[in-house]
């Protein structure tokens, strides 16, 4: 990082209370030293953006944060609320509402949507009821008995973020959900994540679009060989050339 960057990253947290809270955590793939001692907050409700370049770590914070088996939490705390996320195992974070979109989707083959969706809610805590989903995303409701596999990558990634609504969230966690989608379908998915948003439900965002990510975001952190390079506001970002130059690459 340069003196630059350095000098222009916030002290303290962003005003107002955090819900939640990184401290430098740290995670492992086997050998490999991935995740370096993140530290960030992030307020209820709020939508942050976690931007950096290929490789610089963003996928394996959010399965860190989601306590997936790999890359394991070796250091550091994650709250979530007064819950202690650090000491949970993945079925525990998920039960207290933490819920990972990956960037593949998961979308189980030879289920239609409908079935898809019924499957997650058979996990306690059970969220919302389909009708409510396919009233988020219409599309899902026209092709509720449609084999889930065979609708486009934009409609499955609407199965994939309904299908994490399926479970009582708190923390929606979004790993490239713009990946390959046209800008009509990235449109829709925005338009569902402010009412995500609206309900009080936060949510991470990682995206390689970081302009798309910015437009929704009312925060950004920024990544660099797996620690925080930055923390700002998504205006910040997008106001500084140097920034996006170094890192975004926009
Ligand atoms: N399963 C894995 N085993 C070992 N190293 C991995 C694995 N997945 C990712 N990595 C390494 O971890 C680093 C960060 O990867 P990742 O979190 O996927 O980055 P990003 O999502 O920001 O592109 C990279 O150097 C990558 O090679
Ligand atoms: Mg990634």
Same mark, same amino acid.
């Given at each position: 990082?340069?003196?630059?960057m350095?000098?222009e990253r916030p002290a303290a947290a962003p005003?107002?209370?955090a819900? =939640?809270?990184l401290?430098?955590?740290?995670?492992?793939? +086997?050998?490999?030293?991935?995740?370096? #001692?993140v530290t960030f907050d992030v307020?209820?409700?709020? &939508?942050v953006a976690l931007l950096g370049?290929?490789?610089? #770590?963003?996928?394996?914070?959010?399965?860190?944060?989601?306590?997936?088996?790999?890359?394991? *939490?070796?250091?550091?705390?994650?709250?979530?609320?007064?819950?202690? =996320?650090?000491?949970?195992?993945?079925?525990?974070?998920?039960?207290? +509402?933490?819920? *990972?979109?990956?960037?593949? !989707?998961?979308? &189980?083959?030879?289920?239609? =949507?409908? /079935?898809?969706?019924? $499957?997650?809610?058979?996990?306690?805590?059970?969220?919302?009821?389909?009708?409510?989903?396919?009233?988020?995303?219409?599309?899902?409701? /026209?092709?509720? !008995?449609? /084999?889930?596999?065979?609708?486009? #990558?934009?409609?499955?990634?609407? *199965?994939? =973020? +309904?299908?994490?609504?399926?479970?009582?969230?708190?923390?929606? $966690? *979004?790993?490239?959900?713009?990946?390959?989608?046209?800008?009509?379908?990235?449109?829709? &998915?925005?338009?569902?994540?402010? /009412?995500?948003?609206?309900?009080?439900?936060?949510?991470?965002?990682?995206?390689? @679009?970081?302009?798309?990510?910015?437009?929704?975001a009312d925060s950004a952190v920024i990544l660099d060989?797996?620690s925080v390079a930055y923390r700002g506001t998504a205006?910040e970002v $997008?106001? @500084?050339?140097?920034l996006? @130059?170094?890192?975004?690459? &926009?």
């Amino acid at each position: 990082m340069s003196a630059v960057m350095e000098a222009e990253r916030p002290a303290a947290a962003p005003a107002g209370e955090a819900f =939640v809270r990184l401290k430098d955590v740290e995670s492992y793939y +086997g050998e490999s030293y991935i995740v370096q #001692g993140v530290t960030f907050d992030v307020k209820e409700g709020e &939508i942050v953006a976690l931007l950096g370049r290929n490789g610089a #770590g963003k996928t394996s914070t959010l399965k860190t944060i989601a306590r997936a088996h790999e890359p394991h *939490l070796t250091a550091g705390e994650i709250w979530l609320g007064d819950q202690a =996320v650090h000491k949970m195992r993945d079925w525990q974070a998920a039960r207290a +509402g933490i819920q *990972l979109v990956p960037e593949d !989707r998961r979308i &189980i083959g030879g289920l239609t =949507v409908e /079935e898809n969706l019924i $499957l997650a809610q058979t996990a306690e805590p059970v969220g919302w009821p389909v009708d409510r989903i396919y009233q988020l995303f219409p599309r899902l409701g /026209e092709r509720r !008995r449609q /084999e889930a596999t065979t609708m486009s #990558g934009g409609e499955q990634q609407m *199965l994939a =973020v +309904g299908r994490a609504l399926a479970r009582d969230i708190k923390l929606l $966690l *979004l790993d490239e959900p713009y990946e390959g989608l046209a800008p009509t379908i990235v449109e829709e &998915i925005e338009k569902a994540m402010f /009412e995500i948003k609206g309900l009080g439900i936060t949510t991470i965002i990682v995206e390689q @679009n970081a302009v798309a990510a910015l437009r929704i975001a009312d925060s950004a952190v920024i990544l660099d060989m797996g620690s925080v390079a930055y923390r700002g506001t998504a205006k910040e970002v $997008l106001d @500084n050339e140097e920034l996006r @130059n170094e890192y975004l690459a &926009i």
